[in-house]
């Protein structure tokens, strides 16, 4: 797209916007609705509330709801037995974490990357 064509194209999306803010403006509702936050913040200052103390008071049952529960734990699915099998002595090792003491000491002497292509 020329630069041209792009102006043009923006020109008339910012007059299009224009035309929605001065109708907004005009609109009766908005001003309502500009009056009354107005009102509400004069009154937060001068009561020295913010807006969870007012949202408590309107409604104290969104307080409960809205305070966390404790977390319950559910239970963790069973981790699977990894067998690992050293092809130069035959050695055979079950474990489900990777702090075995065997697999340990083999991922030392012959490299981590090595041991877990060992996996059966």
Known sequence: MSKLAEFKALEAQLAAQLK???ALKNDG???REIEFEQKLRALMEDYGVNLRGIIAVLDPQVNRTSTPAPAVRGQRRE???K???NPDTGEVVETKGGNHKVLK???EQYGAQTVDGWLQ
């Open 83 to 85: 067998v690992y099998k």
């Open 105 to 107: 000491a083999w991922k």
């Open 20 to 22: 929605q803010l001065d």
């Open 29 to 31: 509702e908005l001003k």
């Open 79 to 81: 981790r699977q037995v």
